[in-house]
């Protein structure tokens, strides 16, 4: 029997699982369709987030992992930031729990760090720590290597491979498939920003790190010629929140109340990156927002002129049960769409017999509910050469992402989606394989 999750599916029907076309020009989508049907197959991963917030959850969370790991489509996890709760204190012994739970996974698990890891420790109810001191800490224990959490690690390439950025371990970037994906250390609510007075070193220090390693990632897809750019983080950027760039904002007095937005660099940074890329940009994060299909869709992001940037789309997660709720992601080129996305809950993935072999989403009983793509199918044709030169201040002596041998593959134009459906795209598995019969 298809694992079908009823009480989630239920909710979704109308609404979601959500999925949507990729769009392409007609220079490309052609020959992209003919390589992903000489060496693609059914692709997933999965993103669990906020799940552990007291020792109460560490079981059912071990039981979700194990869920997880029984499903052969599923590559790898991503643990979307807050591996402890914000009343719980920073203390060693809560991170060892943690960490050994988590390596635990029987599927690779890539850990994002969140509010409630670190930013939050300096607070009074989580033990009057050093948030900085239990950054170190926690970089220490959860990112010593350079592969990624679980039984079988996925290899990633670390920010601290560069010399310049050797503290930050917990900024990460991988690929398979012709998808790049990086992994932030961005967390809530206003990105460790602090408006005490001095130099606000940690912020600032991070921030360089991480405008650096998104505009590096970007501009190395698109020599490498991956087909979109998937970035992860935990805090919610607030992309409603626009600042138009002002040559001279610095010199104007102002009264305002409104805390210095930590997330603006960030979000000039992920337009730069969707700019030079060209392809989909696809960002993920989590919100307090209470969202009822457990997650929500659209074109948020703005640039300097007021634009919409019509190639970035992003998903904001937020689950009513975290403990036992998880995003599938299933990608395979030969869909229409190709890309999809649900929530499931680990209770239904719990009575599905191990020895069953994993069906293909279309098969389920709770159909996907694609949108129509608005765009008739193009004509194949040759994909434009990209240029090889290094712009300004990128150095080319930065370790190449760890990957599989991928497909060749074209990118798509920018194109202007109509704003009632906004474009998802295509997101890969892991280089790790998929299948479990190992197991």
């Not at 591996?83 to 988590?102: F, N, T, V, W």
């Not at 805390?259 to 994060?285: N, W």
Request: charged share 20%; hydrophobic share 35%.
């Amino acid at each position: 029997m298809p694992r079908v999750e009823r009480g989630v599916a239920a909710r979704l029907t109308s609404a979601a699982p959500i999925a949507v076309a990729l769009m392409c020009g007609a220079l490309t989508c052609g020959s992209i369709r003919q390589a992903n049907a000489e060496g693609s197959a059914p692709l997933g991963f999965a993103v669990i987030s906020d799940a552990l917030t007291r020792p109460a959850d560490e079981a059912p969370v071990r039981r979700m992992l194990d869920a997880i790991g029984r499903d052969g489509s599923i590559a790898f996890i991503v643990y979307d930031g807050n591996l402890k709760g914000g009343a719980e204190p920073c203390r060693d012994g809560i991170y060892q729990s943690r960490h050994d739970l988590l390596d635990a996974s029987r599927t690779p698990l890539v850990l994002l760090l969140g509010q409630h890891d670190w930013a939050d420790c300096g607070l009074a109810h989580a033990g009057a720590y050093d948030p900085v001191e239990r950054l170190d800490f926690v970089r220490q224990l959860f990112f010593a290597d350079a592969g990624s959490l679980g039984q079988s690690p996925l290899n990633l390439a670390r920010e601290s491979d560069v010399a310049r950025f050797r503290t930050f371990r917990e900024i990460v970037r991988w690929q398979a498939q012709g998808i790049a994906f990086i992994g932030l250390n961005v967390p809530s609510p206003n990105n460790h920003y602090l408006t005490a007075g001095g130099r606000n070193g940690e912020f600032e220090d991070r921030t360089v790190a991480t405008t650096f390693w998104i505009e590096h990632a970007a501009e190395s897809a698109r020599r490498t010629e991956m087909r979109a750019l998937v970035v992860i983080l935990q805090g919610d950027p607030d992309f409603s929140r626009y600042e138009r760039r002002e040559r001279f904002g610095w010199l104007r007095f102002s009264r305002s109340n409104q805390p210095r937005d930590g997330f603006l660099e960030l979000k000039r940074s992920l337009a730069k990156a969707a700019e030079t890329f060209r392809g989909p940009v696809i960002v993920i994060h989590g919100t307090d927002t209470p969202e009822p299909n457990g997650f929500h869709i659209d074109q948020p992001l703005r640039n300097d002129k007021g634009l919409i940037v019509t190639n970035l789309t992003r998903v904001a997660v937020a689950f009513r049960k975290p403990q036992t709720q998880w995003l599938e992601v299933q990608s395979d080129a030969q869909w229409h769409p190709p890309f999809r996305l649900r929530v499931r809950d680990v209770k239904e993935a719990r009575t599905r017999e191990p020895a069953t072999p994993p069906e293909a989403p279309a098969q389920s009983s709770t159909p996907y509910v694609p949108y129509p793509s608005p765009y008739p199918t193009p004509s194949p044709a040759t994909q434009p050469t990209l240029p090889a030169s290094t712009p300004p201040g990128l150095p080319d002596s930065l370790p190449a992402p760890p990957s599989m041998p991928l497909p060749a593959s074209d990118l798509p134009p920018i194109l202007t989606p109509p704003q009632s459906l906004p474009p998802i795209y295509p997101v890969p598995a892991s280089g790790v394989r998929n299948d479990t019969s190992g197991q």
